[in-house]
């Protein structure tokens, strides 16, 4: 009787109890965009979803009191509206979707602990989840974000990590403060495995940063409570009259600031850990420079000769236009050292650090040397530091007085001015390529118009005809009669139409040769012929003389009056193109892929440095590679280009190859040399080891696939952005027979990457290709996925 009186007074004591402390019952939940929050007892914190400039929702805890609504704790990512924050009726406090499916459960409270049976908003600004004997099983203070506030430990291992930049980024940033196991608190980026640009040296065990609920200093305490580091050395008093918090900010400094609960305007500091905002590491990327004449903002530029990655944020880093080598090739000599004033390159550890010398000696030592870029001379000391690369904390600010900045400058080079877009936002490979692209289809164009603008004149040629051998057609060069060949190819009749190049069409022919039937393909040529008759067939002895298992064979040709055609032997399994990217599941298999990659390198060799004159293709494609009875892989028309062109060099008027396979140099005013084949090459072997072409039309895309990875439409793009992230198995997707022999893939999609840098000179001529091919020369990591690691190392 008394027990049944007895338990509805516990049940009413533990319910105004749990009043008394504004508990928040399971079940609870606020939505996105209503105004609805959970407030503390006293007002000065409320728990809800703070609203960003984006339009979307933070999950977070704020000053409520003061007219800046400041974030002391947020769970990123941000949500949208509608989205419910919610109190589960099993004790979870839940992200849901506005499906209602959950986004993200933010306490850590494990199956075997007991459910939390109500949640708090303290007055000091924690957020407790507790259960029924009123123990903490869940604090936002045990989860910090970037802010601290007093009464908050970090305790030892425990981050605060900077928010992103910009008014809508709360993802993590680039900066860190972490209390060490060791005792040492830090600040550092969280990049280039940054040993930290400030620490406090302390080296016990088990400390904790400690924010004094009633002094609100800041200081290190050991587990007895004993302050062994002092902070903040005092606070405006009284103390209790203030909102106190201490934050690491976007970049990068760590600061206490104090704002006055009446009369307060803004946040003042009292407090900050670095003073030269310049101080603080990558805090303008690689090859940044940063400027802070206040001592208060952080402004990035790039150093001399760099460009940033992204136009909109240069302190994601910058980089240079071109790679160039001081050490070899043309900028050996060519530039000069420039001297800034009052400017570091502080990063450590230096290349090498040069004792008792002086300015010039400083400067002599950095021109000799050209392996350096760039030194620092410190006349208080005369000491020269040469640098490593990449050249990391440039600055020029309060803390660089004195000090000069040592760099070599390139002169500005034709050759090494970029494709003219460097002023384009934010350059990368992907930039390129598309700006690239669509470049070569406007000049294309042009290209197009003046070809049809000048009309093929009808030279008269009269000449002698005379067989140069006719004996043997299968193996020697010879010249056909017209008549010959207008039988062979039913007139050439259009049934016989095997393809239509730029240069004319090719049909099909039969020969008839000692009762032998000969099948040959008859290319009959329809451009404008720039040559002389005799320059003609000069070009057409070198093509004649070629005798190469990867090469197809050219028969003869024929000259009768304005009649220019060529032939050659016929190739029954058509063109490469359409084997790679024919009908789906028809693919050929991945060794027989591999050997055609190896033969059309051991053909473009020989073309290039093993036939009596040099050939450059100029126009190396799927569609101009032919396989014959056997699958063996041949290039097609080659010496076609130098045939009907006057110069090999290019002229502003000889703009050759085809969009997407064509080098950068066509578009500079560079010279054209062998490694324009080795570039398109290193296109093809992608498309070779992938199957798939190197731009895929958009139309083969549904609409929310594009969605923003539209470079994957980029085959470049996408093995470059794999080979980063270290998932080139996407590429590959589901293919078992390269998923078997997945390291050759790797090491041929490397290969590919070594062919298709910007800048000719470093690219490996064609018989390194084929060395590293066939694996009797290693590999190596390709400039251009260093570039793209280095790039994204930043973001
Ligand atoms: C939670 O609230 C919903 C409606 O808001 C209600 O339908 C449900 O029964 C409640 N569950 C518990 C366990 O109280
Ligand atoms: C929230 O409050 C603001 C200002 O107090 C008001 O303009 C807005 O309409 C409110 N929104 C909702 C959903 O109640
Ligand atoms: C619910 O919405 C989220 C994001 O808003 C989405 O990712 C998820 O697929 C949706 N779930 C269902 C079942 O519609
Ligand atoms: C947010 O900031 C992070 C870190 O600085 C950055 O990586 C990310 O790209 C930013 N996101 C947006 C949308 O700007
Ligand atoms: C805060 O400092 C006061 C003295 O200023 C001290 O008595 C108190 O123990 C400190 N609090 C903590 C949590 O260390
Ligand atoms: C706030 O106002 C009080 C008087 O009401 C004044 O004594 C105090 O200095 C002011 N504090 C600040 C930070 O302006
Ligand atoms: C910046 O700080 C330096 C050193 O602390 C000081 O000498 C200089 O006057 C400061 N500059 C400004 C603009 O406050
Ligand atoms: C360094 O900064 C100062 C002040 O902003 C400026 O006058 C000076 O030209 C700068 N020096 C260099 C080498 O950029
Ligand atoms: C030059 O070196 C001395 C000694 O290491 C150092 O104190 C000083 O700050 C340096 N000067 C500059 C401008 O960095």
Known sequence: MSLVMFLPCIILAHISFL??????????????????????????????????????????????????????????????PNSLLQLTSEGHLVITNPNGTISQTIDNIGGGSDAANFAQMQDDGNFVLKDSNLRTLWESFNSPANTMVPGQTLKSNQILYSKGKGASNYSMGSFMLEMQGDGNLILKANQF?????????????????VFNESSSLLY???????????????TPTPVKDYYHRATIDENGNFQQYVYHKRNGTKWERVWRAIDDPCRVDFVCGIYGLCTSPDNESVNCDCIRGYIPFDQEDVSKGCHRETVINYCSGPNMMNFKLEVFDDTDFQFYPDFALINDVDLEGCKKSVMDDCNIIAATYNSSTSTCAKKRMPLLNARNSSSSKGQ????????????????????????????????????????AC?????????????KRLTRKKKFLNATDIGINFREFTFDELHEATDGFNVSRILGKGSSGKVYRGTLIIDDAEIGIAVKKLEKKIEKSENEFMTELKIIGLTHHKNLVKLLGFCMENNHRILVYELMPNGALSSLLFGQKGEKPQWIQRVEMALGIAKGLLYLHEECE?????????????????????????????????????????????????????????????????????GVMLLEIICCRRHVESYQSHDEDERGSEDDDLVLVNLVLRCMVSKKLEIVVSDDLEVLNDFKRFEQMALVGLWCLHPNPTLRPSMKKVTQMLEGTVEVGVPPLLNDEIMANYNF
């Open 19 to 80: 009043n008394v402390l504004q508990a928040i019952d399971l079940n609870s939940s606020i939505t996105a965009g209503s105004n609805s929050t959970w407030k503390s007892p006293s007002g000065d914190f409320q728990f809800g979803f703070y609203p960003l400039p984006n339009g979307l929702f933070l999950p977070g805890i704020w000053f409520a009191k003061i007219p800046l609504k400041t974030l002391v704790w947020y769970k990123s990512p941000s949500v949208e």
């Open 613 to 681: 004159t040099q050939i450059i293709h100029c126009d190396i494609k799927p569609q101009n590679v032919l396989l014959d009875a056997n699958h063996v892989a041949k290039i097609a028309d080659f010496g076609l280009s130098k045939l009907l062109n006057k110069d090999q060099t290019r002229t502003n008027t000889n703009f050759r190859g085809t969009i997407g396979y064509i080098a950068p140099e066509w578009l500079r005013n560079s010279p054209i040399t062998a490694k324009v084949d080795v570039f398109s090459f």
């Open 220 to 234: 290190l305490a050991n587990g007895n409570e004993n302050i062994i580091y002092s902070i903040t050395k005092s």
């Open 446 to 458: 042009f290209f197009g118009a003046l070809a049809a603008y000048y009309h093929p004149y009808a």
């Open 193 to 209: 495995s940054d040993p930290s640009y400030w620490y406090t040296s302390t080296l016990v065990s088990n400390l904790n940063l």
């Open 404 to 443: 000069k900045a040592l760099l070599k400058v390139a002169y500005s080079n034709n050759e090494f001015n970029t494709f003219g877009i460097s002023k384009k936002k934010s350059f990368n490979v992907r930039v390129f390529l598309k700006v690239m692209v669509a470049i070569s289809a406007t000049l």
